[in-house]
């Protein structure tokens, strides 16, 4: 285990298990209908990765970029777009793909964009939801692990960039971050 992690919250294995059980689902619901998986970067990378090669129908992948602004204007969830989507999102199944949900206001600000330009149908999958944070009325339609308010890192999750490629979810030590 890496020295700056208190406590595995999900192993490899529990990961690898919880994704397959995923793409079952979204085999299963999206059947027939050629989903669009967005992959919100750079965190839902390893997710989206896994997740695709457990979906045993077509889907067409495709990935966006966005940063909120400051602290203040982070508040009415008003979010800049580093990347747009290459593919065009009317008339089609929108599957956004995250690691995580925290105060939701990322992906309600994408899920109506992706609404407004008529996709068929706007759709959240992600890994990991923290209820406790949502300051937006948000949830998942799919959800892996719901998880209490602690400092997670690991399988995309970063602190400063660091510990995406950890293959495990864990705790991050206090120490590390509380200088
Ligand atoms: C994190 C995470 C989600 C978002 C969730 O991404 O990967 O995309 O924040 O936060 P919210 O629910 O409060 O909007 P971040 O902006 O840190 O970028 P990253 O994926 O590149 O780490
Ligand atoms: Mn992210
Ligand atoms: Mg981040």
């Keep these: 285990m890496h020295e700056d992690i208190a406590e595995v919250l ?6 690898r298990e919880k994704v397959e059980e995923l793409g079952k689902i979204i085999s299963r619901e999206y059947k027939g209908l050629n989903p669009l998986c967005v ?10 990765a896994d997740l695709i090669r457990e979906i ?6 495709d990935f966006m970029d966005v940063s909120s602004y400051g602290n203040s204007t982070r508040s009415s969830g008003v979010v800049r777009i580093i990347k747009d989507l290459e593919t065009s999102v009317e008339g089609r199944h929108v599957l956004i793909v995250e690691d995580i949900i925290d105060s939701g206001l990322t992906l309600s600000y994408l899920v109506e964009m992706l609404k407004a330009r008529n996709a068929a149908s ?5 890994m990991l939801d923290k209820p406790e944070r949502r300051k937006v009325d ?5 959800c892996g692990y719901t998880i ?12 400063a960039e660091k510990y995406r490629n ?5 705790i991050l030590k206090e120490e590390v971050y509380a200088d």
């Design 148 to 159: 209490p308010d602690a400092f997670v890192v690991g399988y995309g999750l970063d602190y």
């Design 10 to 15: 999900f192993t490899k294995e529990q990961i």
């Design 122 to 126: 706007v759709k959240i999958i992600t």
């Design 39 to 48: 992959c919100v970067l750079k965190g839902a990378v390893p997710f989206m």
């Design 56 to 61: 045993d129908i077509p889907i067409e992948m």
């Design 138 to 142: 948000l949830s998942p339609d799919y």
């Design 166 to 170: 950890l293959p495990y979810i864990g």
